[in-house]
């Protein structure tokens, strides 16, 4: 077949993944210590070529499981870089995806092995290339969806106490919520579901744990409810 593309200049398709985290008390980024230039021994997004059978979500979510063995985990298309020298070495355009994942889920060998490390969002070190403006654009992102779309339930255990819940909102927009008005509202939605146990791990009372019917808040979606925090 000719090539009728061939004359034109070729660049390099890259992704890069900014990781978001959840330890019960921050909001962190997981980050991996180059060990090759360019950049070796600084700090940077987990990130790789588009293989040439590989479409850009498919690059994504294997870059995503070489560094943490998950597979199936929340994952968004969140922009494309393409400043002529944001990359010393060739012209290179990077897809960026943001995901969200539980810090005590993944496969600590694998992150030992790219030398990655949890931050806390606040004191996460200087990165490399334009690795910075992509964690501010999934930062500004991650904080809009969340007051619109259940995704930061991605982050929490299966079952949660509303501590729990608040905390992780707090974290993620760097703000204090009012614990009743919290409350009250996240109780008036019918897709978060009271159980009847309780963590007694804080105090002798406890506190009820709940849960995300995700079924449930599909219906009601379909019903033109919505998520609204």
């Known amino acids: 077949m000719q090539n009728f593309y061939e004359n034109h200049v070729k660049h390099y398709i890259a992704t890069d993944c900014i990781i978001f985290g959840f330890d019960q008390k921050e909001l962190k980024i997981l980050l991996i210590k180059r060990g090759f230039e360019p950049e070796k021994g600084n700090w940077s997004l987990m990130g790789g070529f588009v293989g040439t059978e590989e479409s850009l979500d498919e690059a994504a979510s294997r870059i995503l499981y070489k560094l943490t063995g998950l597979r199936d985990v929340y994952m968004e298309q969140l922009y494309a870089y393409g400043d002529v020298n944001r990359d010393p070495v060739a012209r290179t355009i990077s897809v960026a995806y943001y995901a969200l994942i539980r810090t005590d889920s993944y496969e600590k060998a694998l992150a030992e092995r790219y030398n990655a490390k949890w931050f806390a969002i606040s004191e996460k070190p200087d990165l490399i290339f334009d690795h910075e403006v992509m964690v501010r654009k999934a930062l500004a992102r991650l904080r809009r969806k969340t007051r619109t779309q259940p995704i930061g339930f991605e982050l929490l255990p299966e079952k949660f106490t509303m501590p729990q ?3 992780l909102y707090e ?10 008005n919290f409350s009250k509202k996240i109780r008036s939605m019918r897709w978060i579901v009271k159980l009847d146990e309780k ?7 406890g506190a009820y744990y709940y849960n995300f019917d995700s079924e449930m808040y599909q219906e009601m979606q379909a019903d033109g409810f919505s998520f609204q925090l």
């Open 171 to 180: 974290a993620i927009n760097d703000t204090k919520y009012d614990r009743r």
């Open 199 to 205: 963590d007694k791990s804080s105090s002798k009372k």
């Open 165 to 167: 819940l608040r905390h």
